[in-house]
């Protein structure tokens, strides 16, 4: 591939329109610390390569009281991870992003990359996904809004099409007496995929768990809510043999793989222990708000 | 048909054969002789090739060389006072106090601590570790490595109260 074939559009105009002319037969990459790990497996390249890196208006940390948390697609995770704001009132954010990679991974990779490349194991997905996200996408015909639920279709696939591009994650400001967690279990401290990640998010009233949110990373063909562990606990005052049944119904949601990182029983077996880690974290730390 | 880009490497403007899929590292190396960086696990692993950009540290074989065009690459060439030649703090304490044994995971250790010193110059032994864990050393040098960043760090500040 000769670098004519290689475009950095400096715009989110300038990258649709080359998105409608070649989405076809284009690679489309942001910090490119997954595109080269495939492209030095000798996975097959595509005819064009489209570097969103150059695009500085997609990447920012925004936050308003009417529309929450608004994260540029562009955005290292970084700087998600060191942002003060996002650590203050984001926190369950924060911790997953600073648990993505390395220090220098984390000054390449992105959020939109981290998401697009939709790896089951995407350290920011299981957060996002129980703080309620949005993705915001814009294609030729303009732009949509779609729960980050219904972005993930399978390992490497997203909803996007291939002259679209993802744009924004925008987060609601969380409930009053909200609290959350994410924990990852890897095999050393730096630059280790997840061999499972859980986040918890729960909101109490006095003791009782008025809203609980799971998901699971790398224990599914896409990051997951865990909808029928989350509603034993929902409404009901926390104790052990109900936090118990919580982990297992978690685990009979998770459909984890073997692989190198860990086998399935291993992996299932880490979503309990790591659910109830997770749903206990986030209940202390509402308490010490 | 060969194709050119433009890089700002250690303060200096150079033109780079290169195609559209070549990596930073392999450019700094193959095409402008920038040794000092190296090329060890080659998928992002091991943090060897570690330079900095824009004055952070990032890997250069998991970049494209074209996509850091018109962004300042710092490699450990460019480290020295450019005027004097004298080495930098911290390459000074890595020469003092045997930082390096075999020395390939050097210059990507050195690179991480000096974004980190830039940015906090009284860090804790905590913080040392946590900016360099990306860096592998094979030869488990990781004792030493921390403590010459640490008297980098006192060094440094000593320096800025006598200027």
Same mark, same amino acid.
């Given at each position: 591939?000769?670098?004519?074939? !290689?475009?950095?559009?400096?715009? *989110?105009?300038?990258?649709?329109?080359?998105?409608?002319?070649?989405?076809?037969?284009?690679?489309? %990459?942001?910090?490119?610390?997954?595109?080269? *790990?495939?492209?030095?497996?000798?996975?097959?390249?595509?005819?064009?390569?489209?570097?969103?890196?150059?695009?500085?208006?997609?990447?920012?940390?925004?936050h308003?009281e009417a529309?929450g948390l608004? %994260?540029?697609? @562009?955005?290292?995770?970084?700087?998600?991870?060191?942002?003060?704001l996002v650590c203050r009132q984001f926190s369950i954010l924060a911790q997953a992003?600073?648990?993505?990679?390395?220090?220098?991974?984390?000054?390449?990779?992105?959020?939109?990359?981290?998401?697009?490349?939709?790896?089951?194991?995407?350290?920011?997905?299981p957060p996002l996904l129980v703080l309620g996200a949005?993705?915001?996408?814009?294609?030729?015909?303009?732009?949509?809004?779609?729960?980050?639920?219904?972005?993930? *279709?399978?390992?490497?696939?997203?909803?996007?099409?291939?002259?679209?591009? @993802? %744009?924004?994650?925008?987060i609601p400001d969380l409930q009053p007496h909200s609290g959350g967690a994410y924990l990852?279990?890897?095999?050393?401290?730096?630059?280790?995929?997840?061999?499972?990640?859980v986040a918890a998010l729960v909101v109490m009233e006095r003791e009782i768990l008025k809203d609980v949110r799971i998901a @699971?990373?790398?224990?599914?063909?896409?990051?997951?809510r865990?909808?029928?562990a989350e509603g034993i606990l929902r409404g009901k005052k926390l104790d052990?043999?109900l936090l118990?049944?919580t982990?297992?119904?978690?685990?009979?949601?998770?459909?984890?793989?073997?692989? %190198?990182?860990?086998?399935?029983? !291993?992996?299932?077996?880490?979503?309990?222990?790591?659910t109830k880690r997770a749903v206990t974290q986030a209940v202390l730390q509402e308490q010490r708000e | 048909? &060969?194709?050119?880009?433009?890089?700002?490497?250690?303060?200096?403007?150079?033109?780079?054969?290169?195609?559209?899929?070549?990596?930073?590292?392999?450019?700094?190396?193959?095409?402008?002789?920038?040794?000092?960086?190296?090329?060890? =696990?080659?998928?992002?692993? =091991?943090?060897?090739?570690?330079?900095?950009?824009?004055?952070?540290?990032?890997?250069? +074989?998991?970049?494209?060389?074209?996509?850091?065009?018109?962004?300042?690459?710092?490699?450990?060439?460019?480290?020295?006072?450019?005027?004097?030649?004298?080495?930098?703090?911290?390459?000074?304490?890595?020469?003092?106090?045997?930082?390096?044994? +075999?020395?390939? +995971?050097?210059?990507?250790?050195?690179?991480?601590?000096?974004?980190?010193?830039?940015?906090? &110059?009284? &860090?804790?032994?905590?913080?040392?570790?946590?900016?360099?864990?990306?860096?592998? =050393?094979? =030869?488990?040098?990781?004792?030493?490595?921390?403590? +010459?960043?640490?008297?980098?760090?006192?060094?440094?500040?000593?320096?800025?109260?006598?200027?």
């Amino acid at each position: 591939m000769a670098l004519q074939n !290689y475009f950095s559009p400096k715009t *989110v105009e300038e990258a649709i329109s080359l998105l409608s002319q070649y989405g076809d037969q284009a690679r489309v %990459i942001s910090g490119g610390t997954d595109f080269l *790990v495939q492209m030095k497996r000798k996975e097959p390249l595509s005819n064009y390569l489209i570097s969103l890196g150059g695009i500085h208006e997609l990447n920012y940390i925004r936050h308003d009281e009417a529309k929450g948390l608004r %994260i540029g697609a @562009l955005t290292p995770i970084g700087d998600i991870a060191g942002s003060p704001l996002v650590c203050r009132q984001f926190s369950i954010l924060a911790q997953a992003a600073g648990m993505l990679g390395t220090p220098a991974i984390r000054n390449q990779a992105t959020l939109g990359g981290n998401l697009c490349n939709a790896a089951p194991s995407a350290d920011t997905a299981p957060p996002l996904l129980v703080l309620g996200a949005k993705a915001k996408i814009a294609g030729a015909g303009g732009e949509r809004i779609v729960p980050i639920d219904n972005f993930f *279709v399978g390992p490497g696939q997203t909803i996007l099409e291939r002259s679209h591009m @993802l %744009i924004e994650i925008q987060i609601p400001d969380l409930q009053p007496h909200s609290g959350g967690a994410y924990l990852k279990q890897k095999r050393r401290e730096g630059a280790d995929i997840a061999v499972v990640g859980v986040a918890a998010l729960v909101v109490m009233e006095r003791e009782i768990l008025k809203d609980v949110r799971i998901a @699971l990373g790398a224990v599914a063909p896409t990051p997951v809510r865990a909808r029928k562990a989350e509603g034993i606990l929902r409404g009901k005052k926390l104790d052990l043999q109900l936090l118990e049944e919580t982990c297992w119904a978690a685990c009979d949601e998770s459909m984890p793989i073997d692989d %190198i990182r860990g086998s399935a029983d !291993y992996r299932r077996k880490l979503v309990a222990a790591l659910t109830k880690r997770a749903v206990t974290q986030a209940v202390l730390q509402e308490q010490r708000e | 048909m &060969p194709d050119f880009i433009t890089l700002h490497v250690n303060g200096m403007t150079c033109e780079a054969k290169a195609s559209a899929t070549a990596t930073l590292a392999d450019v700094l190396r193959e095409e402008l002789g920038l040794t000092g960086t190296k090329i060890l =696990c080659n998928e992002g692993e =091991c943090g060897a090739c570690t330079v900095l950009i824009n004055g952070r540290p990032m890997l250069s +074989c998991m970049m494209l060389a074209a996509d850091v065009q018109g962004k300042e690459i710092l490699t450990i060439e460019g480290l020295a006072d450019p005027h004097t030649g004298d080495l930098h703090p911290i390459q000074k304490a890595f020469v003092e106090l045997s930082g390096m044994q +075999c020395g390939v +995971c050097t210059p990507g250790m050195i690179l991480s601590a000096k974004a980190l010193l830039d940015g906090n &110059p009284s &860090p804790s032994e905590d913080d040392v570790r946590k900016a360099l864990s990306g860096n592998l =050393c094979r =030869c488990g040098n990781y004792r030493r490595i921390t403590e +010459c960043v640490l008297t980098a760090a006192e060094k440094m500040k000593t320096e800025a109260k006598h200027e």
